[in-house]
């Protein structure tokens, strides 16, 4: 199968990892092409064919189009992925230019309604709550997967490692973090992986809260695993998620997970490895947590242990198989409807 993926690239987070992931796994067996800016070649096998797209013109351009039209044409591809609304309205108007009409199949990574998102003959959503934002004709729920990479342990020093992850940015809730890490009982150190506009905000909170010892800005790096693999526990403390990354890589590779209580996660990992990041007593909420996990820590290791059990059906190869399976209906119901 011909598969062509579009991504509008801004930098290297939770939806172009799941893109890479679908792109580097489905080359192996099927031809891929990808849509997006060069900046995102170092993240990709040499089988997956990139092509350089800029998504920043004019969608509503006719000029704009019909060249992104004709540059369709030549790929030939049997079915679009697009993994932005704003390349689904492309792939739509683009194809009044196009030789043959192509399925449009996207994937819902948030649970934000997007009205355009219709435009997809076939939704994909990553999780319950996002499912309900996908306002497509057909719809499908295909939770997140990963590829398993052996982690290295990176031996740190410090006491208790406590790992977070992800873009830094408002809904996320780090700040959330940083002010609870305040207030525990322990000794402890906090790395945050990621980049983001917050960079200079969250480094000035923590020189506000005297903690620049004990909390570090990692910034980017190609060995989330390792990180989690080494720590102690891993906070995810976001507002708002479709089906976290961070959370299967955590049921991986992590030893303890404790996150917000929003989308799946308590369906994931129960009542015991949740809190209330959107209580107005979040903070207090957070910190009362991490005291009880440090206090408790082999009780809770063993009931994440049992949630890990259950990792195999967070693996790519699975998530793959049933994207095909969405591309395979969306080419038979094209066939039915022509």
């Known amino acids: 199968m011909k598969i062509l993926h579009t991504l509008f690239w801004t930098h290297f987070a939770g939806t172009e990892k799941v893109c890479v992931d679908l792109c580097n796994e489905m080359s192996k067996r099927h031809d891929v092409f990808l849509l997006s800016d060069e900046k995102i ?95 497509t004709k057909n719809k499908i729920l295909i939770e997140n997967g990963i590829k398993f990479i052996e982690p290295k342990n990176l031996n740190f020093k410090e006491n208790f490692n406590i790992i977070a992850a992800g873009r830094l940015v408002k809904v996320k809730g780090f700040d959330v973090i940083i002010r609870a890490l305040k207030n525990v009982s322990f000794d402890f150190k906090l790395r945050i992986i990621g980049e983001g506009e917050l960079e200079n905000s969250l480094l000035d909170l923590i020189k506000e809260l005297d903690l620049d010892r004990k909390i570090e800005l990692v910034g980017f790096v190609n060995n989330v695993n390792d990180y989690l693999f080494s720590s102690d526990l891993q906070v995810i403390s976001s507002f708002e998620e479709g089906l976290s990354l961070s959370l299967i890589e955590g049921i991986f590779y992590s030893k303890i997970l404790l996150a917000s209580d929003i989308a799946t996660h308590k369906d994931i990992l129960g009542n015991k490895l949740v809190f209330d990041v959107n209580s107005k007593n979040n903070i207090e909420i957070l910190t009362q947590k991490l005291n009880d996990i440090y206090n408790n820590y082999d009780e809770y290791k063993a009931v994440f242990k049992t949630i890990k059990e259950n990792s195999e059906k967070y693996d790519i190869k699975n998530v793959i198989s049933k994207y095909i399976q969405v591309y395979q209906k969306s080419l038979t119901d094209k066939k039915i409807s022509c």
């Open 41 to 135: 070649t170092p993240y990709l096998r040499k089988s997956v064919n990139l092509i350089s797209f800029d998504f920043e013109q004019n969608r509503y351009s006719p000029i704009f189009l019909y060249k992104t039209a004709k540059k369709i044409d030549e790929i030939a591809p049997d079915i679009i992925h697009c993994h932005n609304t704003k390349e689904i309205e492309i792939a739509y108007y683009a194809r009044l230019f196009m030789k043959k009409r192509v399925p449009i199949v996207a994937t819902r990574h948030n649970p934000i309604l997007k009205n355009k998102f219709k435009y997809a003959d076939f939704g994909v959503a990553v999780s319950e709550e996002t499912l309900e934002f996908t306002n």
